[in-house]
């Protein structure tokens, strides 16, 4: 199985991992995996990360209602 289609196949799992999750349950997860990326692009040291990744986050928090609770 080559990369493409494991990464695929993952993130289809995960999908449908969230939407069967309580609303709550879905949104503290993505909470989770959102405090996980925002840290670890805070943490490198390229600068332009930070400029792409962190706003997508934020979009995603926004977009969903997910706020930044840490």
Do not use: Y
């Amino acid at each position: 199985m080559n990369s493409k289609v494991l990464a695929n196949l993952i993130g289809r799992l995960v999908s449908s991992l969230i939407a069967m999750l309580p609303k709550d349950i879905a949104k503290k997860a993505v909470d989770a995996l959102l405090d996980k990326i925002e840290d670890a692009v805070t943490a490198s040291a390229t600068p332009i990360d930070d400029k792409i990744v962190l706003p997508l986050c934020k979009l995603i928090r926004d977009s969903f209602d997910i706020p930044d609770e840490d």
